[in-house]
């Protein structure tokens, strides 16, 4: 055990003196969370509109209170005729124009029926959408409180889907979990073939192999310090994602840790793989570049939601373990469900698992033949 | 020669497939001595180091290193031997005392033995400011030297040099072999391979492998009066490239 852990203690040398490791380490997934949060945001925060009110009553008063105080919007103008709606989109003074029509109260109290009319700024197809879509949501809550009994447009049912666990529609719910699944399966896999290939490379391996540490000790002890550490990154992350970001983990926090560790042991097994079909780090860190960054980011669902790609595509995301790992983080962190609704997704992290360390131990002992 | 045999090995066959790496091998090794190893690149130098050393399972024979059974023992094997390969084995990011303590610590030394042996072998190598410096920072001569020193810090009964001074210049090549000298005089044993054919001229025996087997063995003297020349070079390509002659 003496053995064991001067020699772990080595491995964190490693990774403690060279810049770039601790960079690839530490660096990229907090630079990637704070990029994903701020840059490519997906939200809107005080959007612009202006307001066509033909009705004036209290209802319509009442609306436009509505959307303004929801945080997203923010009144610029009042409009008198339609006339102006060109104008104001035209000069960018606001994204949206709010449209009561004249007999919009009158309709409302009479029929229960009455619709608003939205014009948005097409030219920034996805500002309109968001618009659209958060001003049908405010709509909806207001019909809500209306006509407590239910309601009668189609259009809320479709938004309903969309806004049940996300009422704000934050973006950071969608990359939250997506940066967690790619970060770690690459810096993991990334690390661990690289680590091995270099003693491969540099020759200590074999010296490795000639001294009485057993093979399982030199590949474990390889890998403790790269699970301790992405345990660590893990960590940061949520700490990053509820302190900037405000996002809270709904679910077990415990669960969620212990899924990440399986998650973790995935990705370590995944790199081990890769380093016993890998004779350089070059080739290492090819393969887990390549073979891991673009799927995981195009496939996996981090960015494009899987259930819209082609027959083929959806066949490949099978394979992708991030795929798996985002559902969970997604179920434990946004919807605060427990084991029961992910034990398929970890069951299958489980087996890919078995599957990597199999196939590596298979290869180690053909090599050494 | 009086003294123990170390390595004893007997009718050692290892066969990949139907390849036959070692074919019959049979010699002894005795304690304190510095055994050359030459042969061709695939002459099944490798394969046979790797069965001495418990890293590979020999297909028959029977091979006892350091007093253990090859095929039932390698574990123990693998505490009582050093090795030292051609490619450089010293960690580059770590210093030179960190890289001892790691080894030292591998191969189950206290850590203040380790400490003392560290001080001894700095001061022998006239290393004693070095021992904060990174590996990478000292020139190559000065690296094989450790890794040398480091290899034997351990004090095992053999330690195994494949190929341990390629690329090294003469002079260095000259202090490197004082240094296998004074660890044979402690009475390490010392199997050695080498491509540089006056380096097989320092050895007590040579033995001269080619397509898996054994086919000269002797002292370097007896060797070049066998095959009437005038160095050990000239034996080796009469050995290895008959046809030619």
Redesign the interface.
Known sequence: MKRFIGFVKKEFLHIFRDFRTLIILFGIPTAQILIFGFVVSTEIKEADIAFLDLSKDEVTQKISEKFCSSGFFRRTDNLYSYNDIDEVLKSGKAKAVVIFGENFGRDLTSNGKASISIVADGSEPNTATFITNYASAIINDFNREFVPDGSTDKFLVQSEVSMFYNPELKGHFMFVPGVIAYILILICALMTSITITREKEFGTMEVLLVSPLKPIQIIVGKVVPYFILSFVNVIVILLLSRLVFDLPVKGSLLLLLAESMLYILMSLSLGLFISTVSKTMQQAIFISLVGLLLPTIVLSGFIFPIENMPKIYNIVTLILPPRYFIVIIKNIMIKGTGFLYIWKETLILIVMTAIFIGLSVKKFKIRLE | MTSRKVISVKNLVKK?GHFVANDNLNFDVYEGEIFGFLGANGAGKTTAIRIL????QPTSGEVTVAGFDAKKYP?KI??S?G????????????TVS?NI???G????IRKKVIKERTNDLLKRLHFEEYGNRLISTLPLGLKQKLAFSVAILHEPKIV?LDEPTGGVDPIARRQFWELIYEAASEGITVFVTTHYMDEAEYCDRVSIMNDGKIVALDTPTELKNQYSASSIEEVFVKIARPNRN
């Open positions: 990949f050393s418990g890293l590979l574990e693998k505490k031997i090795y030292m390969c051609q490619k450089f084995s010293l960690y580059q990011d770590l960190e303590m790691l080894y610590g591998i191969y189950g195994f």
